[in-house]
């Protein structure tokens, strides 16, 4: 049974930082993209960040590049997202996502396999 299951979100202020963490088994981790997600009440999810399997090649939205990392622990079976620097308007839901060995476009939702239950994280102004 696939699990990814999110921690790490909660309230800070603007300009402040938050650090998600997802934790997966049932996947082969070591040879699978990983990507976070997010979502506002009415709105549709978004591409936040993707990395692949060994590292190699990471992706960031443009709004977040710079502020966020994301990296994976193969050995831990997790995949982190740290963001800096938060401003209110990235008030959501961030999801954890599993995709397959090769994501030719790792920004599209509709491409990921396995999703999380989400974690929330506001930002107060």
């Known amino acids: 049974q696939v699990r990814l299951v999110e921690s790490g979100g909660g309230l800070v202020q603007a300009g402040d930082s938050l650090r998600l963490s997802c934790v997966t088994s049932?996947?082969?981790?070591?040879?699978?993209?990983m990507a976070w997600f997010r979502q506002a009440p009415g709105k549709e999810r978004e591409f936040v960040a993707a990395?692949?399997?060994?590292?190699?090649?990471?992706y960031y939205a443009t709004s977040v590049k710079g502020r966020f990392t994301i990296s994976k622990n193969n050995g831990k079976n997790t995949v982190t997202l740290q963001m800096n620097a938060l401003e209110p308007v990235e008030t959501d839901s961030y999801y954890c996502a599993a995709g397959s060995i090769q994501m030719i476009y790792p920004r599209v939702t509709g491409d990921w396999l396995c999703w999380g239950q989400g974690n929330q994280g506001t930002v107060s102004s």
């Open positions: 990395i692949s399997p060994s590292d190699v090649y990471t």
């Open positions: 049932g996947i082969s981790f070591s040879i699978t993209y």
